[in-house]
């Protein structure tokens, strides 16, 4: 089957709220409710320790909702709507600098790259970033993740964000890939599925990766509310150890292993496809091999931040990260 979404599949896709993934509804299990930036392939160690039941294993009957935005993803967990969130770590520093007490703490990074590409209208084989010049991409939200590591390509390509192409920021998030094809745009910014969706549909060829060029960036990890982390520290621990399972298991199988593993949590894709796709990230060295946050990757994060222009003061490692729990899941 191939990835033929019209824009309101596309848009369904995205707007999942709850991809159901708690198949044992023990009493013994401990309710947690994990909200996730988007529902991409690119989180697939998260998904593969879902459908292997690591979870459950380690005494967690998890909720998955799909919030759509780390600004979303946030606010979800400040207001008590989500225990856990997992998103770009940004946001716990925007969250840390409004003076907030009961700020977010990050505890186990699984991303080390980004993991969006760059799609083109049209094959262009010898891609360099030069070639934006002069041309509109469909971007991300201002002070995101995906946006500012894009930023900070270009950058370093000798491009100026604001002046040397257009880059369109009015579209939601996960929604640019429906709205490319008619948009007049000439390249957009994807995560897959949907980079794959539109070379499937013949309305795009990705051109370069983001997280390739970009080296590695602490992308996306989990994060609690300090209140949560000192009342359940066995939930956080518990959690952690599924999700270095999950990153056990997608560093040693093959992207069809992966594949075959994740696919209900991607029905509307083929397992072939999929397979494709796992494939691309493993080769770029997407995932890390523990889920320890290291200071010189927040250091790097806080760079982007200053870079641009998102960041008033730089803050304190030791408050917004703890490896106490990725640790010990590691050792």
């Known amino acids: 089957m191939n990835l033929n979404y019209s824009a309101a599949a596309m848009a369904a896709v995205l707007a999942l709220s709850l991809a159901g993934c708690s198949q044992n509804t023990s009493p013994d299990l401990t309710p947690v409710t994990l909200n996730e930036v988007a529902h991409s392939v690119f989180y697939a160690p998260q998904y593969a320790a879902i459908e292997l039941g690591y979870f459950e294993e380690e005494g967690i009957d998890l909720s998955l909702v799909n919030g759509g935005g780390a600004?979303?993803?946030?606010?979800?967990?400040?207001?008590?709507?989500?225990?856990?969130?997992?998103?770009?770590?940004?946001?716990?520093?925007?969250v840390y600098q409004e003076g907030s007490e009961d700020y977010a703490v990050n505890f186990a990074q699984l991303t080390q790259r980004a993991g969006n590409f760059l799609v083109s209208r049209n094959p262009e084989p010898d891609f360099q970033w030069a070639d934006l010049k002069g041309t509109s991409v469909l971007g991300g939200r201002a002070a995101g993740m995906p946006q500012m590591v894009f930023e900070y390509i270009l950058k370093k390509n000798g491009l100026d964000p604001k002046t040397d192409l257009s880059i369109d920021q009015s579209i939601s998030f996960g929604l640019t890939a429906a709205a490319f094809p008619d948009s007049g745009a000439d390249y957009t910014v994807e995560f897959e599925p949907f980079a794959t969706a539109l070379e499937q549909q013949g309305q795009g060829y990705v051109v370069a990766s983001l997280g390739v060029d970009s080296g590695y960036v602490p992308y996306t990890a989990y994060s609690a509310k300090r209140s949560y982390?000192?009342?359940?520290?066995?939930?956080?621990?518990?959690?952690?150890?599924?999700?270095?399972?999950?990153?056990?298991?997608?560093?040693?199988?093959s992207a069809e292993e992966i594949a075959e593993v994740i696919h209900p949590q991607f029905p509307e894709n083929d397992v072939s496809t999929l397979a494709v796709i796992v494939d691309r990230y493993k080769k770029q060295d997407t995932w890390k091999t523990d889920a320890v946050f290291t200071k010189d990757s927040f250091d790097l994060l806080q760079n982007i931040l200053e870079e641009a222009g998102e960041l008033d003061a730089r803050v304190p490692y030791e408050d917004l990260v703890t490896t106490e729990f990725a640790e010990k899941a590691a050792g």
Do not use: C, W
């Open 229 to 253: 982390m000192e009342e359940h520290p066995e939930i956080i621990q518990g959690f952690t150890n599924a999700i270095q399972r999950g990153l056990e298991y997608v560093n040693s199988h």
């Open 71 to 94: 600004d979303k993803v946030m606010t979800a967990m400040i207001s008590g709507d989500a225990d856990i969130g997992f998103m770009g770590s940004e946001a716990s520093i925007y």
